[in-house]
């Protein structure tokens, strides 16, 4: 299954944000700068229903001690372990407050043993570069725009060769 590679790449990629001096949890994938929420969602695939609903609603689970409070992500980043529906990635593309909150990133190459994976991020998260960043610098992946890649009128994805 490729769910765990997934969950092992965002959980280093955690640590090393701990090293920066951010927030972030143990149990909960988001990272807070600044009083804001960086929340980090992973799937296979997502209904577009409910993608929409998720996006919308903004909601990231935050533990305090035994109990939890909601508080709303400033950003979300979607990580994708097979490629995103075309319908999600229209969805982001074509709003704009959306483009300037959501970043996907299908890492369905990576995990199936190539040195690539590619991205659709317009948000001005510093932590969501970082991710970048950690994914080139620490695990040597080449991470490519989806315009880059074949993302056309139709908003079809095409991998890389």
Not at 17 to 32: L, M, P, Y
Not at 90 to 95: A, D, G, I
Not at 123 to 133: A, W
Request: proline share 4%.
């Amino acid at each position: 299954m490729k769910m765990p590679r997934v969950w092992e790449i965002l959980n280093k990629f955690k640590d090393f944000c701990k090293f920066r001096g951010w927030k972030t949890s143990e149990n909960e994938d988001w990272v807070e700068v600044d009083d804001k929420y960086h929340n980090f969602l992973w799937a296979r695939d997502v209904h577009s229903s409910s993608f929409r609903s998720i996006i919308s609603n903004r909601k990231c689970a935050v533990r305090e001690g035994l109990s939890y409070h909601v508080v709303e992500a400033s950003y979300i980043a979607w990580l994708f372990s097979e490629t995103p529906p075309e319908t999600c990635v229209k969805t982001v593309y074509e709003n704009p407050d959306y483009i300037r909150r959501i970043a996907l990133y299908d890492l369905s190459p990576l995990l199936a043993g190539k040195r690539h994976c590619t991205k659709l991020n317009f948000t001005s998260s510093t932590v969501f570069h970082e991710f970048e960043s950690f994914l080139q610098n620490e695990l040597k992946v080449q991470v490519e725009p989806f315009s880059n890649v074949g993302l056309n009128e139709d908003f079809t994805i095409a991998e890389l060769a």
